[in-house]
């Protein structure tokens, strides 16, 4: 009795196992574009009114609105975080209404794009303007 796989199917499984730890295709980079900016207070300001979307690397997405005042919201798959931002040096800061602790992210901004880096895992989602 041979117990020999046939070659095909040694060659599927060795597909399939590189396949399974490969990095995803759609990995996000953990590090800015070299032309974008740190946000300023003017900056800030001028994102009022505005609406970006993005998708993290596990492909969730994220909208974030901005509000008169400095107000936001954030909307993902599993709810909606609000408050009000303030910068801290050219760190994005968020006081959640909902939470207890504030968090600071590095964000960048260019053209109709902000480059939000996760503090969670360090990659920088890209949220465009709509």
Known sequence: MNTTLPMQAMAGAACLLAALHAPPA???????PPDAVP???ASLDALAGKRYVGQTQGGQWRQMDFGPDRSYRVSF???ILDGK???EGDKLCQDMRKTIESSC???RVKDN???YKRVYNGEVITLVAQ
């Open 105 to 107: 992210n590095e964000v």
């Open 26 to 32: 759609s990995a996000q980079p953990t590090e800015f």
């Open 85 to 87: 931002l303030r910068l």
């Open 39 to 41: 946000l300023t207070e």
């Open 77 to 79: 798959r599993n709810g």
């Open 113 to 115: 794009q902000l480059f």
